[in-house]
């Protein structure tokens, strides 16, 4: 059974950093391209980051280039997360999810490719 787990979540002040993770299980993570979204109270899920299965190929929202990067330990079966700069429009629950992709540099910005999904991490930057 494939399970994402996330974590390193939390409340962060304006300018402030954190690095989400994403663990997974019961699969080969290196099989996998994964991509974060989020979704603030009263809006839809948008996307944030995502990599390709060998790390290679990255690619970002517009509102978070710049500031958060996203990379993947496929040794450790884990993705990240690395969110800087963070200011209070970022606040919302961030969602791991992967999808077995058979070519190693592609990745998907749409929430629709995406087979497995988290439960998701509360991240809350205050003003």
């Known amino acids: 059974q494939v399970q994402l787990v996330e974590s390193g979540g939390g409340l962060v002040q304006t300018g402030g950093s954190l690095r989400l993770s994403c663990a997974a299980s019961?699969?080969?993570?290196?099989?996998?391209?994964t991509g974060w979204f989020r979704q603030a109270p009263g809006k839809e899920r948008e996307f944030v980051a995502t990599?390709?299965?060998?790390?290679?190929?990255?690619y970002y929202a517009d509102s978070v280039k710049g500031r958060f990067t996203i990379s993947r330990d496929n040794a450790k079966n884990a993705v990240y997360l690395q969110m800087n700069s963070l200011k209070p429009e970022d606040t919302a629950v961030y969602y791991c999810?992967?999808?077995?992709?058979?070519?190693?540099?592609?990745?998907?910005?749409?929430?629709?490719?995406?087979?497995?999904w988290g439960q998701g991490t509360q991240v809350t930057v205050s003003s």
């Open positions: 990599i390709s299965r060998n790390g290679d190929n990255t």
């Open positions: 999810a992967g999808v077995s992709e058979y070519r190693s540099g592609v990745y998907y910005s749409s929430a629709d490719r995406y087979t497995y």
């Open positions: 019961g699969v080969t993570f290196s099989r996998f391209a």
